[in-house]
């Protein structure tokens, strides 16, 4: 068979193309298509962070063929920046030692926003490319590693500050709040910074002096520049001064013990945590039962409410004693109510106190005395003043609010100032008995004071057995309103209510209203109102006795504005 020349030349020319091609085929895989700057490793994929105060979670997707895997993390954006890691970043696995997701960053700061990104390593490939989040960084939450402060982690002049010993911290910064603008925010004084020391860090702990009292601090607790933790605390109020500061917290326990142990101290504060209730009682040194509360012989003492929004409330489980020679003993913006002592005091021993004073107290339900001497010893106080007062729902048990009554008790001087009486079901002041005799007390004096549904039946305002013997009496820009026994038929007021048996009585720009009427022994000199207790004052019922009769002389009677 003859071949067509030009066919055969075509044909051949097949064959040496198939022969190329055969040979090509053996050559190792890639080697005529594959830069080997791109034989790298896959980046892992799905990389997600779950994000704590001081620690995060990374997780992602591992890539084929990975040995290892490299994370670096910085406060600085890594998107599109060198494949090298950056000299002030977090780095994790250079050292091949992150094998494997999920990976947990511990030791961040907390409230701080952190870029991250991970790269697949092997040692038989090139590294990956870079892994970011899909929106290439995430934040810790906020933290407060400083505990709280407790009303017993503050003073006058200092604040110690807790919290969990070993923590990375360096530095205490704190300012005084001046103010603040409108919005809220405080204004601050200057910056003081305590440094931290080896030991303050491994106990957790330290204490901030020479602090100004009743006055506000932002505190916060840095590690370098970065803050962990955040605090507002106000110092104490200013105490007064005392050669002791005693601090009863709510839930704790003012105990005999405690003044034992300061009774050669010469003076101490006794200061209550305001909104808490607190239990007076003391104890039997023979029997170990329940007894009063003495105060030793030779302690001036000062027991004192902490301001807040509801005073410290003392409880009278039983009496209070005079333990015997005192330069004071003061009460300061405290509750006292009747917890079954019925007394607040019931003194039965020798005692002599200069000052016996009560500021800004409320007395409440004592069924007998506030203050009872008893058992005719010599007791003796030179100067006994109620300020700021208000006394409720006092004598049921047919006590006298004070009962003095005896030859050998002696009060120079007692005062009432800016103090209402309300619901006093017996004498106010007795100081007098027939088989005992009659208190040595010069001079009584009610100034600013308002007294309303007062003086039991029969009993007196203030009863030194007769008109001939007794104390001045003073009554000055006072208002006396209804008695408790007045009652009213056809519109006219009686009462067997009594007035003042004393020598002398004076009163001075003070006031009766038509119900603060007296069967006997009226007060002469005072002024009468025309109309009862309800429409002088705006709701006298519910102890309200703010003036609501805008015709009535200012300056008169008790108020709290």
Not at 171 to 178: G, H, N, R
Not at 248 to 264: A, R, S, V, W, Y
Request: net charge negative; glycine share 8%; with cysteine.
């Amino acid at each position: 068979m003859k071949f067509n020349n030009k066919y055969m030349m075509v044909l051949s020319g097949a064959f040496m193309l198939l022969a190329a091609s055969t040979i090509t085929s053996c050559v190792d895989d890639n080697d005529w298509n594959t830069n080997p700057e791109y034989d790298r490793l896959f980046s892992p994929t799905s990389l997600s962070v779950t994000a704590q105060t001081t620690s995060a979670e990374l997780t992602w997707k591992s890539s084929p063929g990975t040995k290892y895997y490299v994370v670096e993390l910085s406060t600085d954006s890594l998107y599109g920046k060198t494949e090298e890691v950056r000299p002030t970043s977090l780095v994790y696995g250079q050292d091949g030692s992150v094998t494997k997701s999920p990976f947990v960053v511990e030791n961040l700061n907390s409230n701080s926003k952190y870029f991250v990104r991970v790269m697949a390593c092997s040692d038989a490939s090139a590294n990956s490319n870079w892994s970011y989040l899909e929106k290439f960084s995430f934040s810790t939450k906020a933290e407060n590693i400083l505990n709280a402060v407790s009303p017993a982690d503050k003073g006058e002049d200092f604040i110690n500050l807790s919290w969990e010993p070993g923590m990375a911290v360096t530095s205490v910064v704190y300012a005084e709040i001046l103010g603040s603008d409108e919005s809220g925010t405080p204004s601050l004084g200057e910056t003081m910074t305590i440094d931290l020391t080896s030991e303050n860090i491994e106990e957790g702990k330290v204490t901030i002096t020479g602090l100004k009292a009743s006055t506000g601090y932002v505190i916060t607790i840095l590690n370098g520049e970065h803050a962990r933790g955040t605090r507002t605390v106000t110092t104490r109020m200013q105490l007064p001064e005392a050669d002791v500061k005693l601090y009863i917290n709510i839930g704790e326990t003012l105990t005999q013990d405690m003044l034992n142990e300061h009774k050669d101290k010469g003076s101490v504060t006794v200061c209550f945590q305001d909104g808490g209730e607190y239990d007076i009682v003391g104890v039997d040194a023979v029997t170990g039962e329940d007894a009063g509360l003495t105060i030793p012989s030779g302690m001036s003492i000062t027991f004192f409410g902490n301001e807040g929004e509801s005073k410290a409330v003392l409880n009278l489980k039983r009496e209070i004693i005079l333990g015997g020679i005192h330069a004071y003993v003061r009460f300061d913006n405290v509750i006292a109510q009747d917890g079954d002592a019925q007394y607040m005091f019931n003194q039965g021993i020798a005692a002599s106190v200069t000052e016996m004073s009560f500021n800004n107290c409320e007395f409440n339900n004592f069924a007998r005395s506030i203050i009872r001497f008893k058992d005719q010893k010599s007791i003796t106080v030179d100067n006994m003043t109620f300020e700021d007062c208000v006394v409720t729902n006092q004598g049921k048990g047919n006590y006298a609010m004070i009962s003095l009554d005896a030859k050998e008790y002696t009060v120079n001087n007692m005062t009432f100032n800016n103090t209402i009486f309300n619901g006093l079901q017996h004498n106010v002041i007795l100081l007098y008995n027939s088989g005992r005799g009659l208190a040595a007390v010069d001079a009584v004096e009610f100034n600013n004071c308002t007294l309303y549904n007062y003086i039991g039946g029969t009993r007196y305002l203030l009863d030194a057995g007769s008109t001939s013997n007794g104390p001045t009496l003073k009554l000055n820009n006072s208002i006396l309103a209804k008695t408790f026994g007045a009652t009213v038929a056809d519109g006219v007021w009686t009462s067997t209510s009594k007035g003042a048996r004393t020598k002398e009585v004076i009163a001075n720009n003070s006031y009766n209203t038509v119900d603060g009427v007296f069967g006997s022994n009226a007060i002469k000199g005072l002024t009468s109102y025309s109309g009862d207790s309800n429409a002088l004052f705006t709701n006298p019922a519910e102890g309200d006795f703010s003036i609501k009769d805008g015709s009535f002389p200012s300056g008169v009677g008790a108020s709290f504005e």
